[in-house]
């Protein structure tokens, strides 16, 4: 007797029924996995972005960007171990108006530093708009589809959450990691818009600007504070019909540096004309990089600069602590629209009130 199906009786002829499977679980066992993976420790991760892990690298990155106290600490951690396994790559900060050609640049630009100079790049971003607009332009991998797909590169967006300056300090803290997992080159790309170059140039050794030849008045376009931090300038573009205007642009931009003093570097910033589009120039520009590196390296601005950038990010970290401080104290969050509507009203001036809610905190 068949005690499992009963039917299968020889007195029931004609009828058969099949053995069953087993039921998979309704969980997908491997999903279980690969959330273990996330409780990594601060020295697993670092160890494993010490051998170039990709897929930890971007958690580790994730962790950085996280807002909870819990991840901060971890990857705070992380950060102080990879450290002194960071400081070995070229930063490299990039910057244009929307449509200038960043992403067409950045891919024809990686592709040659992978390919011909055999090196690993990852190109970050700081986006002021990301906040705003809850989606960011720069850093999308869609944009620079050839380095996207290649092992030897690693994309990653803007971070999103917070202020300028905390979104700058993560991708400060983002390029930390990276050099730790290898890569020597890094890009740090910004729009060409507003303050973002300040905190680009803040963490980066070269600061290229690009520019677009355009209808001969775009010497008055340029923010001068741009133009002054560029250690190169070049014009894209410098295709077809438009290698003339590019180059008569180029000329413009030479001659407005010769008003600027001389930067601190020693350094005369080099105007070129190129297209990242057809890859034409591409070597020459990343001669005339490799030869600053070299240049400033021997008259000791190179360290010179990288030390001013390491106090610098002290004191911002330490401002960004005390204002967030400052305005997450529960005492301050319920006494702040109040002080605010009695401002707005002219009941107090805007010193008194700022001065209370200091008297208010300090003596928290
Ligand atoms: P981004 O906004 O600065 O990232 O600029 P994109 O890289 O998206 O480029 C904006 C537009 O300019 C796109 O339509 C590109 O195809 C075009 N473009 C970029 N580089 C070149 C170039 O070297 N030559 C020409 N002719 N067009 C280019």
């Given at each position: 007797m068949n005690i499992e199906h009963p039917e299968n009786n020889p007195q029931y002829i004609g009828l058969n029924v099949n053995k069953g499977i087993v039921q998979p679980p309704v969980i997908n066992p491997y999903l279980a996995e690969r959330k273990k993976r996330r409780d990594y420790t601060p020295a697993e991760y670092t160890e494993e972005i010490r051998k170039g892990n990709i897929t930890i690298l971007s958690q580790a990155v994730t962790l950085l960007e996280s807002q909870k106290t819990e991840h901060?600490?971890?990857?705070?951690?992380?950060?102080?171990?990879?450290?002194?396994?960071?400081?070995?790559?070229?930063?490299?900060?990039?910057?244009?108006?929307?449509?200038?050609?960043?992403?067409?640049?950045i891919d024809a630009f990686g592709m040659h530093l992978i390919h011909e100079r055999n090196r690993k790049l990852a190109v970050l971003a700081i986006d002021p708009s990301s906040e705003r607009s809850k989606g960011s332009i720069l850093g999308d991998k869609t944009r620079m589809e050839e380095l996207s797909r290649d092992v030897r590169a690693f994309i990653r967006p803007s971070p999103s959450a917070g202020s300028l300056g905390g979104v700058a300090r993560k991708t400060r803290e983002t390029i930390i990691l990276c050099e730790a997992a290898g890569f020597d080159t890094v890009f740090v790309e910004t729009v060409g818009v507003g303050q973002s170059e300040t905190a680009v140039?803040?963490?980066?050794?070269?600061?290229?600007?690009?520019?677009?030849?355009?209808?001969?008045?775009?010497?008055?376009?340029?923010?001068?504070?741009?133009?002054?931090?560029?250690?190169?300038?070049?014009?894209?573009?410098?295709?077809?019909?438009?290698?003339?205007?590019?180059?008569?642009?180029?000329?413009?931009?030479?001659?407005?540096?010769?008003?600027?003093?001389?930067?601190?570097?020693?350094?005369?910033?080099?105007?070129?004309?190129?297209?990242?589009?057809?890859?034409?120039?591409?070597?020459?520009?990343?001669?005339?990089?490799?030869?600053?590196?070299?240049?400033?390296?021997?008259?000791?601005?190179?360290?010179?600069?990288?030390?001013?950038?390491?106090?610098?990010?002290?004191?911002?970290?330490?401002?960004?602590?005390?204002?967030?401080?400052?305005?997450?104290?529960?005492?301050?969050?319920?006494?702040?629209?109040?002080?605010?509507?009695?401002?707005?009203?002219?009941?107090?001036?805007?010193?008194?009130?700022?001065?209370?809610?200091?008297?208010?905190?300090?003596?928290?």
């Open positions: 901060q600490t971890i990857a705070q951690e992380v950060i102080e171990k990879c450290l002194p396994f960071s400081g070995n790559s070229v930063r490299i900060g990039i910057t244009g108006v929307p449509g200038a050609g960043k992403s067409t640049s140039h803040s963490m980066v050794d070269f600061f290229l600007l690009i520019q677009l030849a355009g209808t001969g008045d775009e010497l008055q376009g340029i923010k001068r504070g741009i133009m002054e931090m560029a250690d190169g300038i070049i014009v894209n573009k410098a295709d077809g019909n438009n290698v003339e205007k590019a180059q008569l642009a180029a000329a413009q931009y030479r001659n407005a540096l010769h008003l600027f003093p001389l930067p601190l570097s020693g350094w005369t910033p080099n105007v070129m004309t190129y297209s990242g589009y057809y890859q034409l120039g591409i070597s020459e520009i990343w001669d005339m990089v490799d030869e600053y590196i070299a240049f400033t390296r021997k008259n000791g601005y190179f360290e010179q600069r990288r030390n001013y950038q390491a106090k610098y990010w002290m004191y911002e970290s330490i401002n960004e602590q005390l204002k967030n401080h400052f305005y997450q104290s529960p005492v301050i969050e319920k006494e702040l629209f109040a002080k605010e509507t009695q401002v707005l009203h002219s009941e107090i001036s805007s010193f008194a009130a700022a001065k209370q809610m200091l008297d208010i905190y300090f003596k928290e």
